[in-house]
């Protein structure tokens, strides 16, 4: 189902979106050496709870998870990289942690995830991970808008990708939202232009590129959630919730936006 959000649900959409960029970067303070993941799972739910909002992750069972997800935010570490389930970890200096979430309010879903480094070591090999999914997304960004298609943004964040030199995995991308956190359409991190869903007014995308140091294959995690690289390499993932508008793309998981 592709949903295309009325006039009147885009202030819930901005809503649920300052929410997700608030909470992420209020744990992202919060991080440090030591923080065990549990932990950052119930500090996501109590300010999901505290704002009156609810989660999409809790009771979220699809066909590639094992049962409900029974958690509140995805905590990837290192080799893991999209669907991380919360467990029981502390972290140590050096960790690529990419922290992804959703959560609904009055009905519309917004979704974003961020990546970065705990503690004060920085390896270079990281550093350039996180910053080629930032530059990704930021290409895909600029390649929405009213008129243009989903092949569109799939090829601006293939192309940046692949310039950086990393393989593209086509399994899990970015997608449709809306009353749900799931919809179509999906949009793949790499694609051809001018191809797919010609993008309207009102419709939710989440843009997620992600990447793997050294190969494009996955593995599952005996959770049956957590998706790994294969080869145990470095992974990062950045994504924002746009809404394509009338005047062209507006970011609603920007940090710092005012809250409606």
């Known amino acids: 189902m592709i949903e295309i959000l009325s006039p009147t649900q885009l202030p819930r959409a901005r809503e649920a979106g300052a929410l997700v960029a608030d909470i992420l970067q209020t744990l992202r303070g919060r991080c440090?050496?030591?923080?065990?993941?549990?932990?950052?799972?119930?500090?996501?739910?109590?300010?999901?709870?505290?704002?009156?909002?609810?989660?999409?992750?809790?009771?979220?069972?699809?066909?590639?998870?094992?049962?409900?997800?029974?958690?509140y935010i995805c905590t990837s570490v290192n080799d893991a990289v999209l669907h991380g389930l919360p467990h029981d970890y502390a972290l140590a200096d050096g960790d690529l942690l990419s922290l992804d979430l959703a959560v609904s309010v009055g009905g519309v879903v917004a979704d974003s995830a961020i990546s970065f480094i705990v503690g004060d070591s920085k390896p270079s090999e990281s550093v350039e991970l996180i910053a080629a999914t930032e530059r990704a997304l930021a290409a895909g960004i600029a390649a929405a808008g009213p008129g243009a298609r989903i092949g569109d943004i799939s090829h601006a964040i293939g192309t940046v990708l692949q310039d950086a030199g990393y393989q593209v995995n086509t399994q899990f991308g970015g997608h449709g939202v809306g009353s749900t956190?799931?919809?179509?359409?999906?949009?793949?991190?790499?694609?051809?232009?001018?191809?797919?869903?010609?993008?309207?007014?009102?419709?939710?995308?989440?843009?997620?590129?992600?990447?793997?140091?050294?190969?494009?294959?996955?593995?599952?995690?005996?959770?049956?959630?957590?998706?790994?690289?294969?080869?145990?390499?470095?992974?990062?993932?950045?994504?924002?919730?746009?809404?394509?508008?009338?005047?062209?793309?507006?970011?609603?998981?920007?940090?710092?936006?005012?809250?409606?």
């Not at 050496?33 to 932990?39: A, F, K, P, Q």
């Not at 500090?43 to 094992?66: E, K, L, N, T």
């Not at 869903?197 to 959770?223: F, Q």
């Open 32 to 71: 440090e050496v030591g923080t065990n993941l549990l932990d950052i799972d119930r500090w996501a739910q109590a300010m999901i709870v505290d704002a009156g909002a609810s989660s999409c992750y809790v009771d979220y069972a699809p066909s590639f998870g094992r049962g409900p997800f029974g958690h």
């Open 181 to 260: 956190m799931h919809q179509d359409p999906h949009v793949s991190n790499t694609g051809r232009p001018g191809r797919g869903y010609k993008l309207r007014p009102g419709l939710l995308l989440a843009l997620e590129p992600w990447i793997m140091a050294d190969t494009a294959e996955l593995v599952t995690d005996e959770d049956g959630w957590t998706l790994r690289s294969k080869t145990g390499c470095r992974t990062a993932h950045s994504e924002h919730t746009i809404a394509i508008t009338d005047d062209g793309t507006e970011i609603l998981t920007l940090p710092g936006q005012p809250h409606p």
